[in-house]
């Protein structure tokens, strides 16, 4: 049996279905919805991906990540921020989980209430992803790679351990920040700058 007690400290598990055994939107989100001490996404192939619980350091940067871009989002009002247990269906097929996201309202307007209370069917115009000490580099970068493929108009990878940033736009390389003291979000987030102090210094 799977619990977070047997993931915590563990890479992230597949299931690889293969295509005859895909489960549908359906499906997968009432799988989310029996196994809420889990956390799952689902590739563009079908495959079950079980996501370890975060540490406690990684899940503080989260909240901080979560909690200046929610004041910020206040404050700007033309779009949602997400927090890291939302699910967004893209439009290749795959269920992502960013660590933090965020939606222009007018994107959201034409959703039906049934669309908004499961898995929201697009991809947000802000993705973050936050590198826990378990997370491979790699597999984080092709997440972000995909979520710009599918419409996000900028992602942020932010690594901890090595006190970097990659920033993500469609069309432009990768930016490389090393040792930043503050990230911006213009111009998709105007106005927003994200203090990186509490995330690379926890405090506690």
């Known amino acids: 049996m799977l619990t977070t007690a047997n993931l915590a400290e563990r890479e992230a598990l597949v299931l690889h279905l293969g295509p005859a055994t895909r489960l549908s939107d359906a499906q997968f989100f009432d799988l989310c919805q029996q196994n809420r ?104 970068q092709a997440k972000l790679d995909e979520y710009l493929a599918n419409g996000a108009r900028l992602g942020w990878l932010l690594d901890p351990e090595a006190r970097t940033v990659y920033v993500y736009r469609p069309g432009q390389p990768v930016q490389r920040l090393d040792n930043p003291a503050r990230v911006s979000g213009d111009p998709v987030l105007p106005g927003f700058v994200l203090d990186l102090h509490p995330i690379w210094e926890p405090g506690w």
């Open 37 to 140: 001490d889990l956390r799952f996404e689902q590739s563009a192939t079908g495959d079950i991906i079980i996501l370890s619980p975060a540490g406690g350091e990684s899940s503080a940067g989260n909240a901080e990540l979560t909690i200046q871009l929610g004041m910020w989002s206040k404050r700007d009002g033309t779009g949602v921020a997400f927090d890291s247990s939302a699910g967004f269906r893209l439009p290749n097929g795959a269920t992502r989980s960013p660590d933090a996201a965020w939606i222009l309202k007018s994107h959201l307007v034409s959703l039906s209430r049934s669309q908004k209370r499961g898995f929201i069917p697009l991809c947000p115009d802000f993705v973050a992803e936050l590198r826990s000490p378990t997370d491979s580099l790699a597999v984080l």
